[in-house]
C-alpha cells in the first residue's frame, strides 16, 4: 500500500455540506471558515510512542487518545470543536493498524463533529501529530475564551472528573503498583481513552475566570494558571484525595501524589468567583461532568496544600516535565 | 533547561500588534482571526531525520526548511501566510542546537509576517511538525484560492524557479555522483534551504487555472492536478531540461530524470489558458520569480515526454512514496 493509497483508505472523508470545511483532505490546503463573528482556537500535541502511550495499547484506543488529548485544549478554551489535522510518521504502512487507529480517532472525532480536514504521511519512528480547530464567539472584538490568566483572589479553584488514575495505571503497567482488576480495568480506561471535556468548557464561558486542562499533572498545569494569572492557591486535601476515582484502592499519600502530579488526565482545572457557585453547578449539569471544588486562590504566589484545620501539609509534587 | 524554559527561551515572541492573532504562544490555545471575507488555508508537513533532512544539516538550515516546506503548501493554495504551529520531539534539549534551529526559523517566518502562535515539545526521535495558516479571499461564499482541480485541456503548463537540484545535491551526499564544487555548493543550498514561492502563488490567483507545490517530484505533483481535474499533460523535454540550474554539469538523461522526479524541490507546478500568457509573465515578474512553460494539458489521461519535434520519449520516472 502506497502513501496516497493509505489516506484514501483510511484518512479522507468529504467534508460535512453546510460545515465550516470549504475544501477538506486531498489538495495543498485545506480551507476552513470560523462562523461569523468567531476566532479561530488552536492548538497541537505531538504523542510519542514510550512518552504519551505504550506500544502494547490497542490502535483503536490510540487513535481516540491522539484526538482526545487535543480537543482537550480546545475544552480548556471553551471553544467548539471545527476540524484537525493529522500528521503521522509510521515505521510501516501496516492495515493490521491503520484500519482500526483510524476507526477509533474518527469515531471520537464524529462525535465532536470534528472534521480530519488534511495532514502529511511519513515514513519514520511512530509519532503522531494532531492539530485541532475549534471556534470561540468574538464579543466586541474580544473573545470569550477561558484563558489561562483571568483567576482572581478569593476565587473557588475546581476540577472536572477524576484525576490520578492514568498515573495508577501507568505504574500498574510499569510493575511499581498491584490492584484490585476491576480497579486497573477502570484506571486503564481512564489512561488509554481520556475525556475531553468540551461540554464543559463550553458551558464554562462567562463563568469560569480562568481554566487549564491537565496534562502534566494537576499542580503543575494550575501553575500555569497561577503564574500568568499573577496568584497563588490553596488545595484541600481532603477534597483532591475525593477526586481519585481509585482511592480505596491506594494509601492517602500515594493517592494524593496521583492527583497532584500524576499526568495525563485531561481534565480541566478551572476558577469562579464564590458567587458563582451555582452557575457552575449548572455548567456541571448541563454538561454531565463531575466538578469537585478543591480549594480557593489567594494572593500568596505557589500552591499549598492544608489538612481538613487548615493545616498546611509539605508536599513536594511537580509537573512532569519532558526535558527533567 | 526545561521544557517550558526552552519555549520561553526560543519559541516565545509577543503576537503582532493589529496583526491576526489575538492570543499567542502560552495558553491551551493561540486564537486567531482570519480578516472579514477570508477563509482559512491550512497545511501540516512532518519532517524525519533521514526522510526529510541529513543528521548533518545545520540546524538555521533546518530551522528555515521546515517552515518553507509548509509555506510552499500556502503558496500553492494563492494563500497570504499569517501563522504557524510548531511541534518538536527532541532527543535532548540543546542550545546549540536549539538557539541556530529557531534563528533559521524565526527568520523565514518573519520574512513572510507568519507568526509562531503556540505548538508542544517533547522527548522523542527527531520530528519537526508544522501546521501553518494563511487566508484567501471570498468572493460570493466561494474561495479565490488555487486548487489542483482546475486544469483544462488546452492550458499550458508551467514551473516556477528549478527542479532537481535538490536532488542533484542529494546524489552527491550519498556518494552517487561527482560535480564540481560551485555546482554543489548551489545545490546545496536549494536543498537545505529552499524559497517558497509565496509571492508567485499570490499573483497567480485568477490567473492559473491550477497549482500545486512540487516537493515529491514534477510527476508526481502534477499527477495530482492531472488526476484531480480528469486530464492528462505533454511534457516537453528540452523545456524540462531548462529548469534544472546545474544542467550543464550532467548528461541529458540524468539531468532529465532529476526534473521529472528528483523531489524535495518546493517550487509551483500550475496551469493556465494560453490567453493568460502575458498575466503569467506580469506575475513572475511581479513576484520576480523565474516561471518556465514545459508543456502543456491535453485530454488523454496521465504524462508524456516529447522531443522538439512532438516525437514520445519512453520515460519511468515515479514519484517519491513514503510507502513504496
Redesign the interface.
Known amino acids: ?4 493509497d ?1 489516506i484514501a483508505r483510511y484518512f479522507t472523508r468529504p467534508p460535512r455540506p453546510g460545515g465550516p470545511t ?2 477538506g483532505v ?9 462562523s461569523p463573528g468567531h ?8 504523542l ?5 502511550f505504550l506500544s502494547t495499547v490497542a490502535p483503536d484506543r490510540l487513535g481516540h487518545k491522539a484526538l482526545a488529548v487535543n480537543l482537550s ?2 475544552a ?2 471553551g ?1 467548539t470543536p471545527l ?1 484537525f ?6 515505521p ?2 501496516d492495515p493490521q493498524w491503520l484500519e482500526p487507529f483510524s476507526r477509533g480517532l474518527l469515531a471520537l472525532a464524529d462525535a465532536h463533529g470534528c472534521e480530519l ?9 511512530l ?1 503522531l ?1 494532531i ?1 485541532v ?2 471556534e ?1 464567539p ?1 464579543q466586541q472584538g474580544r ?1 470569550l ?1 477561558l ?3 483571568g483567576a482572581r483572589v478569593g476565587d473557588d479553584l475546581y476540577v472536572s472528573g477524576h484525576l490520578g488514575d492514568a498515573r495508577l495505571a501507568l505504574e500498574v503497567f510499569r510493575g511499581q503498583l498491584s490492584v484490585p482488576a476491576a480497579v486497573f480495568d477502570a484506571a486503564r480506561a481512564r489512561m488509554e481513552t481520556p475525556t475531553p471535556r468540551v461540554a464543559l468548557g463550553q458551558a464554562l464561558r462567562g463563568v469560569a475566570t480562568a ?3 491537565i496534562s502534566d499533572g494537576l499542580v503543575g498545569d494550575l501553575g500555569h494558571i497561577l503564574r ?1 494569572s499573577g496568584v497563588g492557591a490553596c488545595i484541600e486535601a481532603e477534597a483532591a484525595l475525593s477526586v481519585i476515582a481509585a482511592r480505596d484502592a491506594l494509601d492517602a499519600e500515594q493517592a494524593l501524589g496521583f492527583v497532584l502530579a500524576g499526568g495525563d488526565d485531561y481534565e480541566l482545572v478551572f476558577t469562579a468567583p464564590p458567587d458563582a457557585r451555582a452557575a457552575v453547578q449548572a455548567a456541571s449539569a448541563h454538561s454531565q461532568t463531575p466538578v469537585t471544588r478543591i480549594g480557593r486562590i489567594e494572593a500568596d504566589a505557589g500552591w499549598r496544600l492544608v489538612d481538613a484545620q487548615g493545616r498546611a501539609l509539605q508536599r513536594q509534587d511537580q509537573a512532569f ?4
Open positions: 500500500m502506497g502513501e496516497f493509505l470549504l475544501l486531498g489538495d495543498d490546503c485545506a480551507l476552513v471558515q470560523p476566532a479561530l482556537a488552536i492548538s497541537s500535541d505531538m510519542v510512542e514510550g512518552r504519551h485544549d480546545l480548556a478554551c471553544a476540524a489535522t493529522l500528521a503521522l510518521a509510521l510501516r504502512a480536514i488534511g495532514g502529511d504521511t511519513t515514513q519514520g519512528p509519532n501529530c492539530t480547530f475549534g470561540v468574538l473573545s475564551a484563558l489561562r490568566s481554566a487549564a486542562d500568568r516535565d519532558h526535558f527533567k
